[in-house]
């Protein structure tokens, strides 16, 4: 059955037996732009969305992850970089979404990546160079916005790496 929320005019599926109500909630998508000798690396992607333009290593959030470990896990398997979180870039969202996007800027110590299953290729960009056209995803390009004007500006990110304390 659909009805009406009580708090909002958003319609949301209850159960007319139990008045259990299903909310259609959005995704959390993790990510990291990790930077190297002053290069941003980005990854090229091997599958849609995006096939073939450039992104920051992420994925979605899995069920009991921290925000902080999903990005460096996906940050793992897409460029094969152990990184260290500096700090929270930004968080993306926009009217109708089916997704919000965390970024976190991170620091990697080499440069010897390997591209992972969802990536082509993984590459290092300075500043200058960074392939504006070939950005997959808005959250991309305006991350990667942020990620120039907190340095620009040398801005001193809010950090990324006081997790909570478990569930008892």
């Known amino acids: 059955m659909l009805r009406p929320s009580r708090s909002s005019a958003a319609v949301r599926r209850t ?7 299903v909310y259609d909630a959005p995704s959390l998508v993790v990510a990291t732009l ?5 290069r941003v690396i980005l990854i090229r992607r091997a599958i849609d969305p995006g096939r073939g333009k450039w992104a920051y290593p992420g994925g979605y959030l899995e069920a009991g992850e921290t925000l902080e470990a999903g990005a460096i896990r996906e940050t793992r ?7 260290r979180l500096d700090g929270l870039l930004g968080v993306y ?4 979404g089916r997704s919000i996007t965390i970024v976190f800027q991170a ?12 990536a082509t290729q993984v590459g290092a960009f300075a500043p200058d160079q960074i392939p504006w056209h070939e950005l997959a995803f808005w959250t991309a390009t305006y991350a990667l916005e942020d990620w120039l ?6 801005l001193i990110l809010p950090r990324a790496w006081r997790v909570g304390p478990a569930r008892s």
Do not use: K, M, N, Y
């Not at 159960?15 to 109500?21: D, G, I, L, M, Y």
């Not at 969202?93 to 109708?96: A, C, Q, V």
């Not at 620091?107 to 969802?118: I, K, Q, S």
């Open 15 to 21: 159960c007319p037996a139990c008045q259990v109500t």
């Open 34 to 38: 990790p930077v190297i000798a002053q």
């Open 77 to 83: 398997e897409e460029t094969g970089l152990e990184v």
């Open 93 to 96: 969202s926009r009217p109708g």
């Open 107 to 118: 620091a990697a110590d080499r440069d010897d990546w390997t591209p992972g299953a969802e």
């Open 149 to 154: 004007h907190a340095r620009e500006e040398q």
